[in-house]
């Protein structure tokens, strides 16, 4: 089974659309909203974790698409700057998934994209914005 976390990005055209239905009845897929900024009439985002088989995955993102919204992966969505990032930890005890925790040896924060899932409460823990959110 393959699993892969997405963001899809509404807009206000296109957010009455039973999207995720769709995706659950045509491509025989899986979903775990892992958050969701949904209102009527405005744009917005939600975070699925999808799970199915690979062709019914790339053909519901495909139609996704279709349909106007905007597919990206969660990794694009949820960053870490490096270069910012002073490894003081403060995100790692923020983090419900574990997707920052400190590398053994080194001392320094990791960032795992595939375990994120997109809460951003790392954003606002982290004292010198070294997490960002890419808002593409």
């Given at each position: 089974?393959?699993?892969?976390?997405?963001?899809?990005?509404?807009?206000?055209?296109?957010?009455e659309?039973?999207?995720?239905?769709?995706?659950?009845?045509?491509?025989?897929?899986?979903?775990?909203?892992?958050?969701?900024?949904?209102?009527?009439?405005?744009?917005?985002?939600?975070?699925?974790?999808?799970?199915?088989?690979?062709?019914?995955?790339?053909?519901?993102?495909?139609?996704?698409?279709?349909?106007?919204?905007?597919?990206?992966?969660?990794?694009?969505?949820?960053?870490?700057?490096?270069?910012?990032?002073?490894?003081?930890?403060?995100?790692?005890?923020?983090?419900?998934?574990?997707?920052?925790?400190?590398?053994?040896?080194?001392?320094?924060?990791?960032?795992?994209?595939?375990?994120?899932?997109?809460?951003?409460?790392?954003?606002?823990a982290?004292?010198?914005?070294?997490?960002?959110?890419?808002?593409?």
């Amino acid at each position: 089974m393959y699993s892969r976390k997405v963001v899809i990005r509404y807009t206000a055209d296109n957010v009455e659309q039973p999207i995720i239905c769709h995706l659950v009845k045509q491509y025989d897929l899986e979903f775990n909203i892992l958050k969701a900024r949904i209102f009527p009439r405005r744009d917005g985002m939600i975070v699925l974790e999808l799970r199915g088989a690979k062709e019914n995955f790339d053909e519901g993102i495909q139609f996704l698409r279709e349909k106007g919204l905007k597919v990206e992966p969660l990794s694009k969505s949820v960053n870490q700057n490096r270069d910012r990032c002073v490894h003081c930890g403060a995100c790692t005890s923020f983090c419900p998934t574990g997707a920052l925790a400190f590398e053994a040896g080194s001392a320094k924060v990791a960032f795992d994209a595939e375990k994120c899932n997109g809460c951003e409460l790392c954003v606002s823990a982290c004292p010198v914005r070294a997490m960002e959110v890419d808002l593409l």
